[in-house]
């Protein structure tokens, strides 16, 4: 599924809006219904209205009826593959488990896979608002 992953967010990449960073990042999430969105960073002039590749890739999952992130991939035009920024860490926690794999990639083909929970230890996660 990784290869199929890191195509699909080099799909999404393509379509990025990053006029600012000239930062071009695509993701891709395989989620529990078994199907693959994609997601480009959309940069906005007043910088605070961005949204990073990953969240647009799981807020298009979560508002057609997905409910939880199996793996993840997120690809970049640079030379390191490009890890998930803190808010977007956030974000998959709320949707994934410790064991999600997230795959990382540039354009060279260099990748790096890893679990989520080595990405984002000690995740504040949706159990720690349960009532006890
Ligand atoms: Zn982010």
Redesign the pocket.
């Known amino acids: 599924m990784k290869a199929e992953l890191l195509k699909q967010a080099f799909e999404g990449q393509k379509h990025a809006h990053a006029p600012y960073s000239q930062k071009y990042i695509g993701a891709a999430v395989l989620m529990d219904n078994g199907k693959i969105y994609n997601g480009c960073?959309v940069e906005n002039a007043s910088y605070g209205g961005t949204v990073?590749?990953?969240?647009v890739a799981i807020f298009k999952a979560i508002s057609e009826g997905a409910k939880k992130i199996k793996e993840v991939a997120v690809v970049s035009n640079e030379k390191n593959p490009w890890p998930?920024?803190?808010?977007?860490?956030q974000?998959i926690a709320e949707f994934a488990s410790p064991e999600t794999m997230v795959h990382l990639a540039n354009p060279q083909g260099q990748s790096r896979s890893l679990k989520f929970t080595e990405l984002f230890p000690e995740a504040f996660e949706p159990a720690h608002l349960q009532k006890p």
């Open positions: 960073n990073c590749a990953e969240r998930p920024c803190g808010f977007c860490r974000v």
